[in-house]
């Protein structure tokens, strides 16, 4: 059956091209968001807090809080905190970042009601993404709210719409440059001490110059950049496993699948698998665009991905039913297998369905 395999000495492995990548005094947020890019949240942040991460990131306040009941102490930052979950940040100990005034003064109510002081809170810039964030022209604002002793501001940050593509780039420095205002401007104020932070996994290779006091580290902690090259550093994390659940021989002609997705043009063999949409594997990898491995060699999906299976051709390749197929791993990664969808890893990773049992490796 099915089996997303996962490596932690892969891991560490990641973990520490990263750290030697940074300057040592730079700090490291662990993004473990989307249950750890799919894989699993607090198994990961487990392995994260024994090498020494400073600190974890999810992106909403019911990830944090599930890491806390899974017993992770270190700092957690909420990215995108909604007002319903506000209450949650406080009551499991998480640190909100605060993106837009209304989000502010609704935390600063909750922080008065329940008469905390000091509480640890981060502020995002919009700096040029457009998603979320302070408008660069509220930093006034933000300042004067740090006068109140009901917050401690522990960083500011903004986040890169291209942070994959090289130095030179006009966007990056655009954002940049609006950053280092906004730094210079928190520096200024004697309300706050934060750290900065601009740059996710791709950054920390792409514009390392810009590093400041932390990067956000999520993809690349599971073997990926966004660049070819840069990813043979890395070691994936994760394999996805299935097996052959049964072998037909089809003769000219006929089709294959749903839709008649699929015409034999010439007698084949036709191995179906017990994955598919429910799991993961979008529509957009049937016809033939996709490969995955039987015994080492490469056999496409044909025809439609259904919600529970897919069928592959195994005209010639000798295998046999039960046997293993590998639909992403070393030899064919999850980005190279995401390439051929029309997607990225992030996606491919980050839907891996819930009937999937992942497989841990220490
Ligand atoms: C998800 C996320 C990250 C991590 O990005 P990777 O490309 O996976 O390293 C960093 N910062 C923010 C704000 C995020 O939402």
Not at 145 to 151: S, T
Not at 326 to 344: D, L, N, Q
């Amino acid at each position: 059956m099915n089996k997303l395999h996962i490596y932690l000495a892969n891991l560490d492995h990641n973990f520490n091209v990263i750290r030697n990548q940074l300057s040592s005094n730079t700090a490291i947020f662990g993004v473990v968001k989307a249950w750890a890019y799919g894989s699993d949240m607090i198994r990961i942040a487990k392995r994260l807090e024994q090498l020494g991460v400073d600190y974890l990131a999810v992106a909403y306040a019911e990830e944090g809080e599930i890491l806390r009941k899974g017993g992770i102490d270190l700092p957690i930052l909420v990215f995108y905190p909604q007002s319903e979950g506000l209450k949650t940040i406080i009551d499991a100990n998480l640190e909100p970042s605060l993106y837009n005034i209304s989000l502010f003064k609704k935390f600063h109510q909750l922080l008065k009601q329940k008469n905390r002081k000091h509480y640890p809170v981060h502020i995002k810039y919009n700096t040029g993404l457009n998603r979320v964030g302070f408008n660069p022209s509220q930093a006034a604002w933000v300042l004067e709210q740090f006068k109140r002793n009901e917050f401690d501001l522990k960083s500011v940050y903004s986040h890169l719409a291209t942070s994959e593509s090289t130095e030179n780039n006009s966007n990056n420095s655009q954002q940049i440059q609006a950053f280092l205002t906004i730094k210079k401007q928190h520096e200024d104020n004697p309300n706050t001490h934060p750290k900065f932070h601009i740059l996710n996994s791709s950054g920390i290779f792409k514009n390392s110059q810009y590093e400041f006091d932390a990067v956000r580290c999520g993809i690349a902690l599971h073997g990926f950049t966004n660049h070819p090259e840069l990813d043979q550093k890395l070691k994936p994390l994760a394999s996805l496993h299935s097996t052959i659940s049964q072998i037909h021989k089809v003769k000219t002609g006929d089709y294959v699948g749903y839709d008649l997705g699929w015409k034999a043009s010439k007698d084949s063999v036709i191995a179906t698998l017990p994955i598919g949409h429910a799991d993961g594997i979008a529509r957009h990898f049937g016809h033939e665009k996709t490969q995955v491995l039987v015994n080492g060699r490469s056999a496409p999906i044909v025809g439609n991905v259904c919600m529970d299976m897919i069928m592959i051709n195994i005209s010639n390749i000798s295998c046999k039913e039960g046997d293993t197929v590998v639909i992403f791993g070393p030899e064919h990664t999850a980005s190279e297998f995401a390439i051929s969808g029309g997607t990225i890893s992030y996606e491919i990773l980050s839907g891996i369905g819930p009937r999937i049992n992942r497989v841990f490796h220490s």
